[in-house]
Each structure stands twice: as structure tokens, then as C-alpha cells.
């Protein structure tokens, strides 16, 4: 079956917008994916992609990647 997802920024013009908050958001609404801007990725500590990775893992978004 085909993965549904939606992109971050249809709720925020904030390119450094809190991640971890729209992961919950998209999970309880029944999206597959969620699509982030990358760049503010790369600005992240390892501490903060560490924590982004597990909660996408926790909310069974099993394809998440950072690699």
C-alpha cells in the first residue's frame, strides 16, 4: 500500500519549527511520513537528532532515516 505523508511547513512558515511536535501531530492524524526541511537538520547536535530519531521510531515511523 502507498505511504500517505504531509509536509511540516503546511502548519508553520518556521523553517526551524519544533520536529518532534509534528511527528506526534502526523502520527495521531494517520500520516506514514513527514517531511522536513534538512537543512535544519544538519544544524541539530547529535543530542537533538538522537532524540528526533527515536521519537519517529517510537511513533512507528520505521523507515526514518538520517543517514
Known amino acids: 500500500m502507498n505511504k500517505v505523508g504531509i ?10 519549527a519544533n520536529y518532534l511536535y509534528y511527528l506526534n501531530k502526523v ?7 513527514l517531511e522536513v526541511a534538512f537543512a535544519h537538520i544538519l544544524a541539530m547536535s547529535g543530542y537533538e537528532r538522537a ?10 515511523f520505521r ?4 543517514d
Open 51 to 60: 532524540e528526533l530519531r527515536k521519537a519517529a521510531l517510537d511513533e512507528h
Open 27 to 33: 502520527a495521531d492524524l494517520g500520516f506514514d511520513v
Open 63 to 66: 523507515d526514518f532515516s538520517m
Open 7 to 16: 509536509y511540516f511547513a503546511y502548519w508553520t512558515r518556521d523553517w526551524s
